[in-house]
C-alpha cells in the first residue's frame, strides 16, 4: 500500500523546526505546501485502480515531487 514520503525524515528535522521555519519563511511554507500536493497526487496515483496512470505518468508525478524536495534542500541549505 503506498504512503505519503516523511519529508521530515528525509531533511532530517522535526516538524516542529520545520513548521517554526514555515512561520518566518513564505518561500518555504509555499515549497512544502507544494511538494504535499506532489505526494499527495504520487500516492493517488499509486493507488488507483480503475483509472491508473501510465507507469511514464506516474515516473513524471514522482519527478515533479522529487523536483520540489530538491528546491526545499536547497533553499534551506542557502543562508537566510
Known sequence: MPVPHDLFQDLSCTKE???QKRTQDP???SLINKYSQA???VVKAETAT???PS???LKKLKEKRLKVKDE???HLQSPS
Do not use: N
Open 17 to 19: 523546526e520545520i513548521q
Open 27 to 29: 518561500r518555504l511554507d
Open 39 to 41: 505526494d499527495a497526487d
Open 50 to 52: 480503475s483509472d491508473a
Open 55 to 57: 507507469d511514464d505518468a
Open 72 to 74: 526545499i534542500v536547497s
